[in-house]
Nanobody, 123 residues
Framework: QVQLVESGGGLVQAGGSLRLSCAAS????????MGWFRQAPGKEREFVAA????????YYADSMKGRFTISRDNAKNTGYLQMKNLNAEDTAVYYC????????????????WGQGTQVTVSS
């Protein structure tokens, strides 16, 4: 059983940056694909990015490319989502998730989820 805890969310002005962290415990972190998703009020959960277990491969939603960077530090059992040039449309609860198998953007591929961290971008 893998436990995931997100941190780093908060209030930021439009154009600003944030780095989210996802601390994992209870499993072999490097054996899991890690993904980030977000959910805005009244909207479905949306894929943001994923990174392979070793960190060699990444996958981004088209709208996130160039602004968001996913990474991981397996020695620290922690994943990251660096976000820059944020705008009001990025306001959402951001979730990290871990998949034991299956590489993709569908939430159903992911076995474990964190509780989420709120990101609010003021315009």
């Amino acid at each position: 059983q893998v436990q995931l805890v997100e941190s780093g969310g908060g209030l930021v002005q439009a154009g600003g940056s944030l780095r989210l962290s996802c601390a994992a415990s209870g499993g072999t972190f490097s054996s899991y694909i890690m993904g980030w998703f977000r959910q805005a009020p009244g909207k479905e959960r949306e894929f943001v990015a994923a990174v392979s277990g070793r960190g060699w491969s990444t996958y981004y939603a088209d709208s996130m490319k160039g602004r968001f960077t996913i990474s991981r530090d397996n020695a620290k059992n922690t994943g990251y989502l660096q976000m820059k040039n944020l705008n009001a449309e990025d306001t959402a609860v951001y979730y990290c998730a871990a998949a034991s198998a299956g590489w993709g953007k569908e939430p159903a591929l992911y076995d474990y989820w964190g509780q989420g961290t709120q990101v609010t971008v003021s315009s």
